[in-house]
């Protein structure tokens, strides 16, 4: 029987107590839709809320300085060469952005109109070559390397197509052949070839930001002096050469160094050889009589002779094939200090045999003259001297034959002469004031106040004449070494030179000056002897640097001046150098 | 009260949206400014460098010689012009003491007739 509607009704009664359900349909979508969005919006928010933290954060509460990323780094592209200063901090060296020029041959239309432009304003190309290079089908050529910015820019103002500019850098000496000898030179990768440039290579090129620039203890001025008053003499005496030292007696900083003939530092690849050659410190010579200083200086201190003492130099002497002969022989006895006065080479010797072979060589060698000059430049000459330095030996070396020193250690062993009787190494780097100065003593303050009075002596009264600066007290030595040739030394042949220091009183600097084979003129009746040629260099530089380096001049008539200089002869009697 | 909450937030997120781009666009200014800088730092340092070059050339002493030779009327000082100041002589200054002060040590004028040196004035013939 099929139920009634009334069964049905009452089949489904009571009806199920209601329960939550979830909508489905539209109103489900709407109500996921919603809690969707609502999530998304709490995340965006909270994300939201962290960034305006930040931004309050960084602007308002984080009042310090912003730390810079590296950007002084930035600012110097690579680390360069240091510059080279001198001690008053002139500028010897530097390194300059330069421009290159190049052009593009095949993108020129006019290579004429084009090469006649650059002629005109680069008037050291020629027109025929630079045509050709233009002309050419290449893409690349040099033209001109390493222009200068006024260079530079009248190129550049000329508009022409197809030519551009590379940078390069380029050291630069803007001193130019002053210090030529001094500095050195750098090859083309930056690198030091010579001088300066070259001791000094890795301290300069250290590729560290910073680098402090290198200060010489040159001065630009004495070496003006120097180079000009030893340029003029060599042009005089028609030299090959010639050399300079200026040196500080008492801290041994080299103020000038000069040797010519020099070059022009850009130029060093096609200087001549001889032009590079440094007569200062490489070239080794036999000095001559300058080395009296040493046998007058060795004999006293070792108390082998007195100043009364004297010795017989009426007669050359006669040893194996040698004679030994005096300029301008007295032919009469000589007393020690006019042996030094007249520069005779026979008392010399004696006094030389007196002291011993042995006792020389150990005194040379105690004054830096047998071994290698420690100045820092690479061309540094090693000093010749006999192997056997036997009897013959020693009378030669008393007066500067058969012994070959540079002129830089001349002028450092006289220092030590006359500054009291300290040898101090002589060095080319500014010393810092204050500074310990390394020094070793090599003989007594006595004997270096009697060598003082002596040398004075030479330049009063004796062949040193010439290199007086009146007001100065110059006191010096001449020497003149005849250069040594095949069989025998060569006469006419000279080295000649003079070593000097001021004021002698008190001596602060020593100058030396050496010209490499002078020829005798009208003025000098012929002579080319050091008295001739190289004292009156020193008596000019003196007269000219005086004045800049602050020494006082004094009044030399005056009496205390002329009793501090006295050379007294023993048995008490003073005789003030009226020989 | 919903939809004013709902204004609000659009509005902040509006205006937190356009600070932020207002920094990042002015820190990316400040960012050029700053490259800028740096490099007309390096072209100016190149520059220095240059013009100190062509200082320490134009002070070459042998230019400096030759330009003093001709403009100037100098010479190299000779050394009977250098003197020390104490032997200067008062002069007119001794002859007339200050009347209520002890009379001032008097100094010889130096003897008429000598040229102007004082250096070399007591110089002597050598013996």
């Known amino acids: 029987m099929r139920p009634t509607p009334e069964q049905l009704v009452l089949d489904s009664w009571p009806p199920a107590p209601a329960r939550p359900r979830r909508p489905h349909g539209r109103p489900q979508a709407i109500e996921t839709g919603r809690n969707r969005l609502l999530v998304t919006g709490l995340v965006f928010a909270v994300l939201f809320l962290i960034l305006a933290a930040r931004l309050v954060h960084v602007t308002l ?4 300085e912003p730390s810079l990323a590296g950007a002084p780094a930035a600012a110097r592209a690579h680390a360069e060469r240091a510059e080279i200063l001198d001690r008053r901090g002139e500028l010897l060296a530097s390194n300059q952005k330069t421009a290159s020029l190049y052009a593009n041959p095949r993108v020129i239309l006019a290579p004429e109109e ?33 222009l200068t910015p006024k260079q530079q820019y009248a190129v550049n103002s000329l508009g022409l197509p197809g030519i551009a500019f590379q940078t390069e850098r380029r050291r630069v000496y803007p001193q130019g052949r002053l210090m030529a000898h001094i500095l050195g030179f750098t090859g083309v990768d930056d690198r030091g070839l010579a001088g300066i440039e070259r001791y000094f290579d890795e301290r300069l090129g250290a590729r560290r930001a910073g680098e402090r620039p290198l200060t010489l203890s040159v001065d630009t001025r004495i070496q003006y002096a120097l180079r000009d008053e030893l340029a003029r003499a060599v042009g005089k005496f028609r030299a090959k050469g010639g050399a300079g030292v200026v040196l500080d007696a008492i801290n041994g900083e080299v103020l000038a160094l000069v040797s010519l003939p020099d070059f022009e530092p850009s130029l060093a690849a096609a200087a001549a050889e001889e032009a590079r050659f440094n007569r200062a410190t490489l070239g080794v010579y036999e000095l001559g009589s300058v080395f009296k200083i040493f046998t007058l200086a060795m004999a ?28 301008h022989a007295k032919r009469r006895w000589l007393s020690v200090p006019e042996i030094f006065l007249y520069s ?18 150990a005194y040379l060698d105690k004054l830096g003259l047998l071994g290698r000059s420690r100045i820092e430049l690479p061309e540094v000459g090693l ?26 250690q001349l002028a450092s062993a006289a220092a030590a002469v006359v500054n009291g009787g300290v040898l101090v190494p002589p060095t080319l780097i500014k010393r810092e004031a204050g500074a310990e100065v390394p020094g070793r003593r090599v003989m007594s303050p006595e004997t270096s106040a009697t060598m003082r009075r002596l040398l004075r002596l030479v330049v009063q009264h004796g062949t040193g004449k010439k290199a007086s600066a009146p007001g100065y007290l110059v006191g010096g030595k001449t020497g003149t070494g005849e250069k040594a040739g095949a069989g025998g030394y060569r006469r006419k042949a000279l080295v000649s030179s003079f070593v000097g220091a001021f004021p002698m009183t008190k001596p602060r600097y ?18 080319a002897t050091g008295g001739w040629t190289a004292a009156p260099v020193v008596g000019r530089v003196v007269a000219r640097i005086a004045p800049i380096l602050g ?24 005789k003030l150098a009226s020989f | 009260m919903r939809r004013a909450l709902i204004c609000a937030a659009l509005v902040l997120t509006a205006a937190v949206a356009h600070g932020i781009y207002q920094l990042k666009y002015d820190v990316a200014r400040l960012e050029t400014e700053l490259t800028r800088l740096d490099r007309d730092l390096i072209a100016e340092r190149e520059a220095i460098g240059v013009l100190e070059a062509e200082w320490s050339y134009l002070n070459r002493p042998e230019r400096l010689a030759r330009l003093a030779a001709r403009h100037l009327d100098l010479k190299p000082t000779a050394v009977h ?17 200050a009347p209520s002060a002890p009379p001032l040590p008097v100094a010889k004028p130096p003897p008429r007739g000598r040229s102007g040196g004082a250096l070399l004035a007591s110089a002597r013939p050598a013996l």
């Open chain 1, 551 to 574: 020494v006082e001049p004094v009044d030399e008539a005056a009496p205390e001046v002329r009793r501090a200089m006295v050379v007294t002869t023993g048995g008490g009697k003073a």
């Open chain 1, 510 to 527: 020593v100058v030396l000056a050496l010209l490499d084979e002078p020829v005798g003129n009208k003025d000098s009746f012929g002579y």
């Open chain 1, 344 to 361: 005779s080479n026979i008392g010399a010797a004696k006094m030389a045999l007196d002291v011993g072979g042995t006792a020389q060589r």
């Open chain 1, 383 to 408: 000093p010749l001297y006999p192997a056997r330095w036997g009897k013959i030996s020693t009378m030669t070396i008393g007066f500067g034959h058969g012994i070959a020193v540079s002129a830089l």
């Open chain 1, 61 to 64: 509460l984080m009042g310090g």
């Open chain 1, 300 to 327: 006293l201190d070792g108390r082998t002779v007195g100043l009364s003492d004297s010795y017989d130099a009426t007669k050359p002497i006669h040893v194996a094939r040698f004679i030994i002969r005096d300029f």
């Open chain 2, 81 to 97: 012009r250098l003197d020390g100041l104490e032997r200067l002589p008062l002069g007119p200054l001794a002859r007339r003491p």
């Open chain 1, 114 to 146: 084009a090469a006649r432009k650059l002629t005109r304003v680069l008037p050291e190309l020629s027109y025929g070559s630079l045509l050709g290079k233009l002309d050419s089908k290449r893409g690349f050529v040099w033209i001109k390397r390493n």
